[in-house]
């Protein structure tokens, strides 16, 4: 064997064991092995219902506040769209509409955001933190603290994050857990106030009509909405020196 082979080789092995070295760690606490008891074959129904193969799959999440509705999109790694595959209730919400822009508000963020952290030991049965703030937020906001660790979590308690009850995250942490196994780095969070159609913008507009630079805000996150119910694709964002999001 070459010495360029031995390197490909082993680079080949090491990644192998990396991916497989995540579910083996998050196996090692019982609150996952439990999951993985009572919603693994549930989990892998609703993906061969929805023709997604259970080792190729990418997941995107979308919430709504006014709604209190979480939304889990699918889709095998390979394909070019995401298709919805469930519907949750949020089991509580705190704050108001309009996005946290400091530590201490009560509010569920509002904007794009991923996944960047598994609690397999939450007090709140299990969690998946959500990256916010964002570099929008960090623009936008004037505060010296913009607070954090916001989470999608069980229990139905919270103070700006969103609860699911502890069965329903255990399906949630699984599809979350499996996408990041099949390679997916990077899991989309996308927070909105409403369901972002005409009927909706129209109704809050009045609601709110004298807090402009709210109803710029969400002007701003309607372009994403738009974007994503038109082409069902992640979507690819960018953040001016205001803090707008461009997609």
């Excluded at 949750?88 to 400091?102: D, F, M, V």
């Excluded at 955001?113 to 960090?138: A, E, G, H, T, W």
């Excluded at 609601?207 to 909405?225: A, R, V």
Aim: aromatic share 12%; proline share 3%.
């Amino acid at each position: 064997m070459t010495k360029i082979n031995f390197i490909i080789l082993t680079t080949i092995v090491s990644t192998m064991l990396l991916k497989s070295d995540f579910v083996t760690e998050q196996k090692k606490y019982e609150r996952v092995r439990t999951a993985y008891k009572e919603k693994e074959s549930k989990v892998k129904k609703a993906l061969k219902a929805a023709n997604i193969e259970y080792d190729k799959l990418n997941i995107l999440i979308k919430a709504y506040k006014h709604e209190q509705q979480l939304e889990l999109f699918a889709k095998n790694k390979t394909d070019n769209s995401y298709k919805k595959l469930i519907s949750y209730k949020i089991c509580a919400s705190s704050g108001k509409l309009g996005p946290k822009r400091e530590q201490g508000d009560g509010q569920v963020p509002e904007g794009f955001y991923f996944i960047d952290q598994f609690n397999p030991v939450s007090n709140f049965y299990l969690s998946l933190r959500v990256s916010y703030p964002n570099q929008s937020d960090k623009k936008k906001s004037k505060a010296v603290n913009l607070g954090g660790d916001i989470f999608i979590h069980g229990s139905c308690v919270t103070i700006g994050c969103m609860p699911m009850t502890d069965e329903i995250i255990k399906e949630i942490y699984l599809y979350a857990i499996q996408a990041t196994e099949c390679g997916q780095q990077k899991i989309p969070v996308y927070i909105y106030p409403f369901k972002m159609n005409e009927e909706n913008m129209e109704k809050f507009k009045k609601e709110y009509k004298t807090n402009k630079p709210l109803l710029k805000f969400w002007e701003n996150l309607k372009s994403g909405y738009d974007i994503f119910e038109k082409d069902k694709k992640e979507l690819k964002i960018k953040v001016d020196e205001k803090g707008n999001y461009l997609f």
